[in-house]
């Protein structure tokens, strides 16, 4: 059985900084890209950071470069997102996500890409 469970998220303030982490079980992660995105009530799940199985590319959504970092460890089965410089509108739920990709460079950017998902978890940010 695959399980992502995301760590808490929680309430911090403007400029604030917060890092996700992503456990993953039942399947071998270095076939696996990784992906982080969010979602608020009443708009589509929004990509956030992917980043492939084993080489390391990583992608960003423009609204988070340069304050956000995903990266992984595939020996512990883990994902990670780190927000520096939040802001108000971060605040989403985060999900981690999983999609086959075998070994390499792929990455994906889109929610239908992936199949494995966690059940997201709460992020605030007060101005």
């Known amino acids: 059985q695959v399980q992502l469970v995301e760590s808490e998220g929680g309430v911090v303030r403007n400029g604030d900084s917060l890092e996700l982490s992503c456990a993953v079980s039942g399947l071998t992660l270095t076939n696996f890209a990784m992906g982080w995105f969010r979602q608020t009530p009443g708009k589509e799940r929004e990509f956030v950071a992917a980043i492939s199985a084993t080489s390391g590319h990583t992608a960003y959504a423009d609204s988070v470069k340069g304050r956000f970092t995903i990266s992984r460890d595939n020996v512990k089965n883990m994902a990670y997102l780190k927000m520096t410089f939040l802001r108000p509108e971060d605040t989403a739920t985060y999900y981690c996500?999983?999609?086959?990709?075998?070994?390499?460079?792929?990455?994906?950017?889109?929610?239908?890409?992936?199949?494995?998902w966690g059940q997201g978890t709460q992020v605030t940010v007060s101005s």
């Open positions: 996500a999983a999609g086959f990709t075998g070994y390499g460079a792929r990455y994906f950017t889109t929610p239908a890409q992936f199949a494995h």
